[in-house]
C-alpha cells in the first residue's frame, strides 16, 4: 500500500464523506491481494527450491548408483527429462563442485579402495567408468598428488 493511499484513508477517516466506507473496503481489499500475492509468490519459490533439492537428491543417488557406467550430461538428461544445463547449475549452486568435479572424485575414491585390495590399474580404470586408462592416470594424479600405482605403493607400506 502506497504512503498516498495511507493518507487518504487518514483524511477519509476525519472527513466523512460519501464513500468514504466504499473507500476503506476497497483499500483493504487492495492490502489483502497485494499480501495473498506476496504469500503465493514466496510459497511457490519455497516449492521450487524444494523440488529442486529433491532433483539434486535423485541426481546423487543415480550417481551413486551408476559410478562405473556412463553418467554424461546428456545420460542424466535422459533420466531425469530435465535440460542438462538446468541439472548443472542446481547441482553446482547445492555442492559448490561441477558435475564432472563430483563424479570424478567419487570415481577416484572408489578406485582408491579397489586398489587397496589389489585390483591392477587398468583393472580399477575399467571398474571406476573412466573412458580410458589415460584419462583415469591424469584425473587421479590431478585429484592425489600421484599417480595410482604410487598410492597403492604408499598405503602398502603403512
Do not use: W
Amino acid at each position: 500500500m502506497t504512503s498516498d493511499s495511507t493518507e487518504g484513508l487518514t483524511v477519509q477517516a476525519i472527513e466523512i464523506q460519501f464513500g468514504t466506507e466504499l473507500y476503506e473496503k476497497s483499500l483493504f481489499t487492495t492490502f489483502l491481494v497485494l499480501f495473498l500475492r506476496t504469500c503465493i509468490q514466496s510459497d511457490q519459490v519455497h516449492q521450487f527450491h524444494q523440488k529442486n533439492m529433491l532433483m539434486i537428491d535423485d541426481v546423487f543417488e543415480y550417481i551413486s548408483q551408476h559410478l562405473t557406467q556412463d553418467l554424461s550430461l546428456k545420460r542424466l538428461e535422459e533420466e531425469f527429462f530435465i535440460s542438462g544445463e538446468h541439472i548443472s547449475r542446481e547441482f553446482k549452486k547445492s555442492t559448490g563442485l561441477t558435475l564432472h568435479s563430483y563424479i570424478t572424485r567419487a570415481r577416484i575414491d572408489l578406485s582408491k579402495k579397489y586398489l587397496l585390495q589389489g585390483l591392477s590399474v587398468r583393472d580399477v580404470c575399467q571398474l571406476c567408468g573412466f573412458s580410458s586408462y589415460n584419462h583415469f592416470f591424469k584425473m587421479f594424479r590431478k585429484e592425489c598428488g600421484m599417480t595410482p600405482m604410487e598410492y597403492y605403493r604408499k598405503t602398502r607400506r603403512v
